[in-house]
């Protein structure tokens, strides 16, 4: 099994409908974090969380929401999904301030 | 802001070694420099990474200047499987400790 696992892995939703991504870790990692992929760039993050009770937006966090309802799950929403949203979105956990972070495989959501 | 660069392309012959050059000239004393790959459209695999000293391990080797203003990934004796791109990553301290990626370096590894 993943240690981090998306779901879902492919998504199509209508503009204006509401989608949540799930992430979830078997790594015991307190830092999450939620990235989105646009064809032929690198990745961007969008909301970062050290901890349950901390939650952080990173570059690009509008339009997006986040919740982490345990150490070991971490959630991305889209109240209202526009097309330009349109992306690869990966969430990654790491255990510390300098130790790598672990990706989950990825969640490809179209907005049409 | 990107603070790192990167060639967009490079090739490789199978077999030979592979040396991913990055700059990172404005690199912190405290920052350390990551390493990761992504094959296709799957998550970003980690390789390594360091802060001063030159670092290996079973995938890559990693060598860091002493002015820590660039640093080289090798990878020994390339494959067909380490096609892929390559991101050459400076971890920021003041923003909450953060990986930020750039567009990296495309890898092919030529048969």
């Known amino acids: 099994d993943a240690d981090v696992t998306q779901t879902p892995r492919n998504r199509i939703t209508k503009t204006g409908k509401r989608i949540m991504l799930e992430c979830s870790q078997t790594?015991?990692?307190?830092?999450m974090y939620w990235y989105r992929q646009d064809p032929g760039l690198g990745l961007r993050l969008i909301y970062y969380?050290?901890?349950?009770?901390?939650?952080n937006k990173g570059e690009i966090s509008d339009g997006y929401s986040v919740s982490r309802q345990a150490q070991a799950k971490f959630s991305l929403s889209l109240e209202s999904a526009i097309p330009n949203q349109t992306a690869l979105y990966f969430c990654?956990?790491?255990?510390?301030?300098?130790?790598?972070?672990?990706f989950g495989q990825g969640t490809r959501l179209t907005v049409v | 802001d990107a603070k790192t660069t990167q060639p967009t392309s490079m090739d490789c012959a199978e077999g030979r070694a592979a040396n991913l050059p990055c700059n990172h000239s404005?690199?912190?004393?405290?920052?350390?420099v990551y390493w990761y790959r992504q094959i296709h459209s799957q998550g970003p695999q980690y390789i390594i990474h360091?802060?001063?000293n030159n670092e290996t391990n079973e995938m890559a080797s990693l060598i860091i200047t002493e002015d820590r203003k660039s640093s080289t990934l090798i990878l020994p004796h390339a494959t067909l499987r380490d096609t892929a791109v390559y991101y050459c990553?400076?971890?920021?301290?003041?923003?909450?400790?953060?990986?930020?990626f750039g567009t990296g370096t495309s890898l092919t590894v030529i048969p």
């Open positions: 790594k015991g990692h307190d830092r």
């Open positions: 969380s050290f901890d349950v009770k901390d939650i």
């Open positions: 990654a956990t790491s255990l510390g301030p300098n130790t790598e972070a672990f």
């Open positions: 404005t690199i912190s004393g405290n920052e350390y």
């Open positions: 990553i400076v971890r920021v301290q003041n923003t909450g400790n953060q990986f930020y």
């Open positions: 360091g802060l001063k």
